[in-house]
């Protein structure tokens, strides 16, 4: 890579690309990497204010920035991902298809932290729809150093691939509707609907819904009847406060389930409560869950529907990033809301 006058560069190639700037109307590519340069280009070039451009000279020891973006895209993309080809030096990984998207945050600070290297991502354990951009990788410079590219590419192939999507699995899911009001029908039952409203996307089928008084005995019944019918995920709604009379908690520990927590750094959502019955989830549901937008539900489910199994510590690092901010319009998850991990 050599630095020559424009007005000396005819017959020369371009080594990257050059973006015109028109202010409120258009940002483009003007000229594309690799273009050779004509004579009728230069009082272009001039007109963007360029009296110097690079012209490419290969170097063993350096890489150009589109081969460069290229293979760290292709180390870093894992499962569920596909990446474009560049633009600009830039280089995108998308989404190959809907699901929970992974970032190894800790490989992602080595990677970034190598001198002249960038990726930038979206959020851990964010919903991806199919085609959705991810993450975006380019160096610094026109060319960077061989060792340079290739640790990153070391960094983003270990321990595994530094990014990738789980699918959504299409779980059995049993409801549980505790509160002796709606079990004698003095109300009528308004979380079975909101549940199933929100896992539906991720292909979920219900079982069935259940309705029993406030009674642990009869709650612990109910929900081992429906995991023996199938449920592999069991919801329970109502009863999640301090009430004396709301003996949901109560209910879901007398299955012998380990509780992971009762409880949860999230608001709203603090009252939601997380067991596993062998290789079920069973959840708590806190009545936030019905009348608000977005709450502890639409930060674990996800997860639970991509496969994985919720421990405690993940429920504790929700804190940081855990209070909604219940904007007047709602932008979930495209927001800060349980993005801190």
Same mark, same amino acid.
């Given at each position: 890579?050599? %630095? @020559?006058?424009?007005? *000396?560069?005819?017959?020369?190639?371009?080594?990257? #690309? =050059?973006?015109?700037?028109?202010?409120?109307?258009?940002?483009?590519?003007?000229?594309?990497?690799?273009?050779?340069?004509?004579?009728?280009?230069?009082?272009?070039?001039?007109?963007?204010?360029?009296?110097?451009?690079?012209?490419?000279?290969?170097?063993?020891?350096?890489?150009?920035?589109?081969?460069?973006?290229?293979?760290?895209?292709?180390?870093?993309?894992?499962?569920?991902?596909?990446?474009?080809?560049?633009?600009?030096?830039?280089?995108?990984?998308?989404?190959?298809?809907?699901?929970?998207? %992974? @970032?190894?945050?800790? *490989?992602?600070?080595?990677?970034?932290?190598?001198? #002249? =290297?960038?990726?930038?991502?979206?959020?851990?354990?964010?919903?991806?729809?199919?085609?959705?951009?991810?993450?975006?990788?380019?160096?610094?410079?026109?060319?960077?150093?061989?060792?340079?590219?290739?640790?990153?590419?070391?960094?983003?192939?270990?321990?595994?691939?530094?990014?990738?999507?789980?699918?959504?699995?299409?779980?059995?899911?049993?409801?549980?509707?505790?509160?002796?009001?709606?079990?004698?029908?003095?109300?009528?039952?308004?979380?079975?609907?909101?549940i199933k409203q929100k896992i539906a996307p991720f292909g979920a089928r219900v079982l069935g819904q259940i309705i029993v008084p406030d009674d642990p005995e009869v709650i612990s019944r109910e929900i081992r009847l429906l995991i023996a019918d199938g449920a592999e995920l069991v919801m329970v709604t109502g009863g999640m406060s301090v009430d004396p009379d709301d003996v949901t908690p109560a209910g879901i520990r007398a299955t012998g389930a380990e509780v992971v927590s009762y409880g949860a750094p999230v608001l709203p959502g603090a009252m939601f409560m997380l067991a596993y019955l062998g290789h079920v989830p069973i959840c708590g549901l806190p009545g936030c869950v019905m009348?608000?937008?977005?709450?502890?539900?639409?930060?674990?489910?996800?997860?639970?529907?991509?496969?994985?199994?919720?421990?405690?510590?993940?429920?504790?690092?929700?804190?940081?990033?855990?209070?909604?901010?219940?904007?007047?319009?709602?932008?979930?998850?495209?927001?800060?809301?349980?993005?801190?991990?």
């Amino acid at each position: 890579m050599r %630095k @020559v006058p424009v007005a *000396e560069a005819v017959g020369m190639v371009l080594c990257h #690309d =050059i973006t015109r700037i028109i202010p409120g109307r258009e940002k483009g590519r003007a000229f594309r990497k690799g273009q050779v340069i004509t004579p009728g280009d230069i009082p272009k070039l001039q007109d963007l204010g360029k009296e110097h451009i690079y012209v490419w000279e290969p170097e063993i020891d350096l890489i150009h920035e589109d081969e460069a973006a290229l293979r760290l895209a292709r180390h870093a993309a894992g499962p569920g991902l596909y990446w474009d080809q560049p633009n600009q030096g830039r280089v995108n990984i998308r989404a190959e298809r809907e699901g929970l998207l %992974k @970032v190894q945050a800790n *490989e992602l600070l080595l990677v970034n932290n190598l001198e #002249d =290297i960038v990726m930038a991502t979206l959020h851990n354990n964010r919903l991806v729809t199919k085609g959705q951009v991810v993450a975006g990788t380019r160096v610094v410079p026109l060319a960077v150093q061989r060792q340079i590219l290739e640790e990153a590419e070391s960094i983003c192939g270990e321990p595994g691939p530094l990014l990738s999507v789980k699918p959504f699995q299409p779980l059995w899911v049993g409801v549980v509707t505790t509160g002796s009001e709606v079990y004698s029908g003095r109300i009528k039952d308004g979380f079975c609907s909101v549940i199933k409203q929100k896992i539906a996307p991720f292909g979920a089928r219900v079982l069935g819904q259940i309705i029993v008084p406030d009674d642990p005995e009869v709650i612990s019944r109910e929900i081992r009847l429906l995991i023996a019918d199938g449920a592999e995920l069991v919801m329970v709604t109502g009863g999640m406060s301090v009430d004396p009379d709301d003996v949901t908690p109560a209910g879901i520990r007398a299955t012998g389930a380990e509780v992971v927590s009762y409880g949860a750094p999230v608001l709203p959502g603090a009252m939601f409560m997380l067991a596993y019955l062998g290789h079920v989830p069973i959840c708590g549901l806190p009545g936030c869950v019905m009348f608000n937008k977005s709450t502890i539900f639409d930060l674990i489910i996800p997860r639970i529907f991509a496969g994985e199994r919720i421990c405690r510590s993940d429920i504790v690092a929700l804190g940081h990033g855990g209070l909604c901010e219940e904007c007047e319009v709602c932008r979930y998850p495209a927001c800060s809301f349980g993005k801190a991990t």
